[in-house]
């Protein structure tokens, strides 16, 4: 069974700092391009960054790039999103979203979704 764990979210004032985990289970994690993507209620998902498959190629939105980290995680098959400087228009849901893709095809063969944690940034 194919499963994402999120796991960091909480409440945090503007300019303060989190971290989110993502664990991986049930599918080759190092095939798969593993993002960050949030969503705000009422409103569409937002990619956020994400990581290849080799883990040395890290992209990032254009609004969260300078203040969040990609990486992957010391334990096996996980990855982090270290969050600085947040700034109460980073309050969402974040989703750990893992995507595998055939060859040069731009739509992914497989995908899996976490359930989401919920990240507030509010003084």
């Known amino acids: 069974q194919e499963r994402l764990v999120e796991s960091g979210g909480g409440l945090v004032q503007p300019g303060g700092s989190l971290r989110l985990s993502c664990a991986g289970s049930?599918?080759?994690?190092?095939?798969?391009?593993m993002n960050w993507v949030r969503q705000v209620p009422g409103k569409g998902l937002e990619w956020v960054s994400n990581?290849?498959?080799?883990?040395?190629?890290?992209y990032y939105a254009d609004s969260v790039k300078g203040r969040f980290t990609i990486s992957g995680g010391d334990a096996k098959n996980t990855i982090n999103l270290q969050m600085d400087s947040l700034k109460p228009e980073d309050t969402a849901v974040y989703y750990c979203?893992?995507?595998?893709?055939?060859?040069?095809?731009?739509?992914?063969?497989?995908?899996?979704w976490g359930q989401g944690t919920q990240v507030t940034v509010s003084s």
């Open positions: 979203y893992a995507a595998y893709y055939r060859g040069s095809d731009h739509d992914p063969a497989y995908e899996y």
């Open positions: 049930g599918f080759t994690f190092s095939d798969y391009w």
């Open positions: 990581i290849n498959t080799g883990g040395d190629n890290t």
